[in-house]
């Protein structure tokens, strides 16, 4: 089974540009999670999306937005874009239902965005 | 507020036993996950507990949990210079949202 896979592997942009992210989840998963990692920040949750509905959003402005088509794949935009958005970008996906235990989700390669 | 602790370094000899440990404040936590990091790549789901459980052993990884204290902690037996990397204890309250610990950088001595 394939993983989870994320386009484009490395971005470089600058200041108030904005960006497209995708991420193609495991075969059967409807569910697909972003986080962003930065050095100081850590892992930070940004949203989740299920059956093409935002489920869950964390603490970010409203630059950050996001939507899933029905083939359950999902992109993620920024835009106007600042020194600060620099950081890797992870996408993971899950079923998204507990039924039968945990929903695990499992990670793609993640999107290494620049801002210059 | 959600809050998880992981010591920054560890340093172990090849063969030798590592023990990476987290603490969390959040006490509605349903699963608690281990995650692993490798430079330049995602992150690699290990191993999971859930709450309700003292231990789980998976071949040469075993998770402790004691809710009393709120600490996490995940043995890796015979440790291997491949196991040189960044691991990070998150869990799960409602919902599908991961809350990571800040990770710990675990290196492997020959």
């Known amino acids: 089974k394939a993983g989870v896979t994320q386009t484009p592997r490395y971005l470089i942009k600058t200041r108030g540009q904005q960006v497209t992210l995708s991420c193609s989840p495991i075969?059967?998963?409807?569910?697909v999670s972003w986080y962003q990692q930065t050095p100081g920040q850590g892992l930070q949750f940004l949203f989740e999306y299920f059956s093409e509905t935002q489920r869950n959003k964390g603490n970010f402005p409203g630059r950050f937005s996001g939507r899933q088509f029905s083939n359950s794949r999902s992109e993620m935009n920024v835009s106007t874009l600042e020194l600060g958005d620099s950081a890797l970008y992870l996408c993971?996906?899950?079923?998204?239902?507990?039924?039968?235990?945990?929903?695990?989700?499992?990670f793609g390669p993640g999107t290494r965005l620049t801002v210059l | 507020g959600e809050d998880v602790e992981q010591s920054l370094f560890l340093s172990v000899r090849e063969g030798d036993s590592s023990v990476i440990n987290c603490t969390y404040t959040?006490?509605?936590?349903?699963?608690l996950y281990w995650y692993k990091q490798e430079p330049g790549a995602g992150l690699q789901l290990l191993t999971y507990?859930?709450?309700?459980?003292d231990m789980k052993q998976d071949q040469r990884l075993t998770v402790l949990l004691n809710k009393k204290d709120k600490h996490l902690s995940l043995r890796i037996a015979d440790t291997q210079t491949g196991d040189s990397a960044i691991y990070f204890c998150a869990f799960k309250a409602a919902g599908n949202k991961l809350t990571f610990g800040g990770g710990t950088r675990v290196l492997v001595k020959p």
């Open positions: 993971a996906s899950s079923r998204g239902t507990t039924s039968g235990g945990t929903d695990t989700q499992y």
């Open positions: 075969s059967g998963h409807r569910s």
């Open positions: 959040d006490s509605s936590s349903t699963y």
């Open positions: 507990i859930f709450s309700n459980m």
